[in-house]
Antibody
Framework: QVRLLQSGAEVKKPGSSVKVSCKAS????????FNWVRQAPGQGLEWLGG????????NYAQSFQDRLTIDADESSHTAFLELRSLTFDDTAMYYC????????????WGQGTFLTVSS | EIVLTQSPATLSLSPGERATLSCRVS??????LAWYQQKPGQAPRLLIS???NRASGIPARFSGSGSGTDFTLTISSLEPEDFAVYYC?????????FGQGTRLDIK
């Protein structure tokens, strides 16, 4: 059974950076895509980016391309999201989600990591 | 980018009633549309892929239809646990985009 376990909640100051992790278990790493989706309080879902570790480039949402890095450490079966130059608008729940082929919907989701940006 | 517009924004129904949710897409996407359910405090859950394929473990009262630009999620007879927010998502092109959601409330 595939599971995605995310790191804990974060509190950051404006202008700083955050790195969120998503550890996969129960599936062979590199055979599925990781995606990151965020949800501001009371708002809808916003896709940030995704990739298959070890296969091709990361696809980023254009509005985040200059301050977002998504990568992975295959040895620990963990994907990462790093978001820089944080603003108050980045306060949100951040989810990692699995796409089993790189072209499919997201069938497994992490539990979410809440980021608070506060001065 | 492909824009998904869901309607209505809020739908108020009673248990046992039929729910019909719409997702209109700004350009044709064949059948590359998925539906998700999200309950408060939980991550989204995949209900439907490729417009009409129920995901594993999803009850038969959930069905999806449509192709091209117009898609529908139908819940044939609402159970108490079905009251939640529903999102559509397209996988036809990058960037991946979601609709703004339909909130299904108990009347």
């Amino acid at each position: 059974q595939v599971r995605l376990l995310q790191s804990g909640a974060e509190v950051k100051k404006p202008g700083s950076s955050v790195k969120v992790s998503c550890k996969a278990s129960g599936a062979t790493f590199g055979t599925f895509a990781f995606n990151w989706v965020r949800q501001a309080p009371g708002q809808g879902l916003e896709w940030l980016g995704g990739f298959i570790p070890g296969f091709g480039p990361v696809n980023y949402a254009q509005s985040f391309q200059d301050r977002l890095t998504i990568d992975a450490d295959e040895s620990s079966h963990t994907a990462f999201l790093e978001l820089r130059s944080l603003t108050f608008d980045d306060t949100a729940m951040y989810y990692c989600a699995r796409d089993p082929t790189g072209q499919d919907p997201f069938d497994i989701w992490g539990q979410g990591t809440f980021l608070t940006v506060s001065s | 980018e492909i824009v998904l517009t869901q309607s209505p924004a809020t739908l108020s129904l009673s248990p046992g009633e039929r729910a019909t949710l719409s997702c209109r897409v700004s350009q044709t996407i064949s059948r590359y549309l998925a539906w998700y359910q999200q309950k408060p405090g939980q991550a989204p859950r995949l209900l439907i892929s490729n417009a009409s394929n129920r995901a594993s473990g999803i009850p038969a009262r959930f069905s999806g239809s449509g192709s091209g630009t117009d898609f529908t999620l139908t819940i044939s007879s609402l159970e108490p646990e079905d009251f939640a927010v529903y999102y559509c998502q397209q996988r036809a092109d990058w960037p991946i985009t979601f609709g703004q959601g339909t909130r299904l409330d108990i009347k």
